[in-house]
């Protein structure tokens, strides 16, 4: 099955968007899902609301939500593993991916989903995660109901066993870095309501989502680039790219969708991360695809840090963050996360 000619869902099943029903065999297996969400003007961004699932301690899902906005606050709640929501939604199938104050939900497969979240998350800035300074006891009520109507066909990596038996050493090691299994990603449209400061009000976003069902042995994780957005007219682009390994090689796949069909992609210009910017960091890009190369012009806004990623990673730096990008005459806010290691920026 080829992804790009294989319709909405990829080349994979509609009912594989559905959630594990109970505890995997495999304990190392996890299941994922979160979305990358943006007021569609810029006013705000929840660069991603996600749940980890793992098999070895399937009744605590490990929950992660971020929120900014463009003058430099920066909200993040990762309470750690907490009790795990039955998957069963009121249909009786395994729709339901939850654990706290977060829930994320399958409407219709590969169409739409639905999240919610009501919780107490730490308020800050992303200057205070940049320089460690982050106050644990300052938090603030945060809500959110949102639905999400795909945009886009699903942009897929199926690295189920069958298709790792034709790949060579390096590409084995960059497909269990993207997971052994396989994950769906879309960009999306939003309709939702939030409340915040004491203030409820509606809005309409755009973004990206992603679900998985996975193993991943990331001890030869080097650090990531990837983007994502969907614009007014239609179009839409994703990036996820390693940087090269002491060879030259490396991972770096992404697609293009224009005029309703997808185009491979493979970035000609990344923006590997090289030091932590709070705000307005060039993170242009160029995807290069069978019409040509896409210049596409960005501009970091509502950005998040995490600085030591574990302890088993100490030094390891994320970014996940909000972008204005522009493709031609087109404008839109997306998304960005990129990871690398403290010693590796400039």
Request: charged share 25%.
């Amino acid at each position: 099955m080829n992804q790009f000619t294989d319709g909405w869902t990829g080349g994979l099943e509609p009912e594989i968007d559905f959630m594990l029903t109970g505890k995997p065999d495999n304990l190392e297996l996890r299941e994922s899902a979160s979305i990358w969400l943006y007021e569609e003007n810029g006013e705000f961004a929840f660069p991603r609301i996600g749940i980890e699932a793992i098999g070895a301690s399937w009744d605590r899902h490990d929950p992660q939500l971020n929120f900014a906005t463009p003058d430099g606050r920066a909200m993040v709640d990762r309470p750690g593993p907490t009790l795990s929501h039955s998957p069963f939604g009121p249909n009786g199938k395994p729709t339901i991916l939850g654990t706290g104050g977060l829930r994320l939900e399958c409407i219709e497969p590969f169409h739409k989903w639905r999240a919610s979240y009501q919780g107490r998350p730490i308020d800050t800035t992303a200057q205070a995660m940049i320089q460690g300074a982050v106050n644990q006891q300052h938090r603030a009520d945060l809500c959110l109901e949102v639905e999400i109507t795909m945009a886009a066909p699903a942009w897929t990596q199926d690295l189920r066993p069958e298709r790792l038996a034709t790949m060579n050493e390096a590409e084995r090691i960059d497909a269990g870095l993207m997971g052994f299994g396989w994950r769906v990603e879309q960009t999306f449209r939003a309709e939702g309501k939030l409340t915040l400061d004491g203030r409820e009000r509606s809005f309409r976003g755009v973004g990206n989502r992603i679900h998985r069902q996975s193993v991943r042995p990331l001890g030869a994780f080097r650090g990531h680039c990837w983007q994502a957005a969907v614009f007014p007219d239609g179009r839409a682009f994703a990036l996820c790219a390693y940087p090269p390994r002491n060879d030259g090689t490396t991972y770096n796949d992404g697609y293009v969708y224009i005029d309703g069909k997808m185009y491979r992609a493979r970035g000609r210009k990344i923006p590997h991360i090289k030091g932590l910017v709070a705000t307005a960091e060039d993170v242009s890009l160029e995807l290069e695809y069978e019409l040509g190369v896409a210049h596409i012009g960005g501009v970091s806004s509502c950005n998040t840090f995490k600085v030591g990623i574990s302890d088993d990673a100490p030094g390891f730096i994320l970014h996940q963050g909000a972008v204005r990008y522009t493709w031609e005459d087109q404008t839109a806010f997306g998304m960005i996360e990129r990871s690398n290691w403290a010693s590796h920026l400039t």
